[in-house]
T-cell receptor, first 109, second 113 residues
């Protein structure tokens, strides 16, 4: 079966750095996506990785290792508005998105 | 402004009634999707459509139906055959189907009483 694993919940302090991990086992790989979802709202796109390595976009970076089936999302200089769920999703061989359950990130002052 | 709209935001229905959720996009995207989100679970694909007048079942299509008569519109009907319809429903679109991120509407929270 296909599976995406993420921690259920993480807590971090305002101004700090946090790394959210995602491991996947899918039938084929056509890219990995990270989305941010505030409670009761729609997911919004953060990043896309299809090749190994680090993609940086402002305070957010995403890393991919296809051989290890592993990705992480790195958030720097945390702000209170970063409190949200972070969803990892992988596009499989049929170009379907397989979604993880999401990681709820709690930011404390 | 381009985007995806879903209506209504909250919907209440009695058990045994069919209900249709609206999804409209003006992004000129070919592909559209319906997902269901339940607490503690990832998004699960109900139906998707790559082009007008064509749609495919996702992982949890039982008890749901869709139509794609116009590029802009992809309504979802939750029928009385759906055993546990109370959930948060998200519509998304993308172009092209094989690549690119999906853009989501604001969602409809359906509660069946």
């Amino acid at each position: 079966g296909q599976n995406i694993d993420q921690p259920t919940e993480m807590t971090a302090t305002e101004g700090a750095i946090v790394q959210i991990n995602c491991t996947y086992q899918t039938s084929g790989f056509n890219g990995l996506f990270w989305y941010q979802q505030h409670a009761g709202e729609a997911p919004t796109f953060l990043s896309y990785n299809v090749l190994d390595g680090l993609e940086e976009k402002g305070r957010f970076s995403s890393f991919l290792s296809r051989s290890k089936g592993y990705s992480y999302l790195l958030l720097k200089e945390l702000q209170m508005k970063d409190s949200a769920s972070y969803l990892c999703a992988v596009k499989d061989s049929n170009y379907q998105l397989i979604w993880g359950a999401g990681t709820k990130l709690i930011i404390k002052p | 402004d381009g985007g995806i709209t879903q209506s209504p935001k909250y919907l209440f229905r009695k058990e045994g009634q069919n209900v249709t959720l609206s999804c409209e996009q003006n992004l000129n995207h070919d592909a559209m999707y319906w997902y269901r989100q339940d607490p503690g679970q990832g998004l699960r694909l109900i139906y998707y459509s790559q082009i007008v007048n064509d749609f495919q079942k996702g992982d949890i299509a039982e008890g749901y139906s869709v139509s794609r008569e116009k590029k802009e519109s992809f309504p979802l009907t939750v029928t009385s055959a759906q055993k546990n319809p109370t959930a948060f429903y998200l519509c998304a679109s993308s172009t092209p189907f094989e690549a690119g991120e999906q853009f989501f509407g604001p969602g409809t929270r359906l509660t069946v009483l």
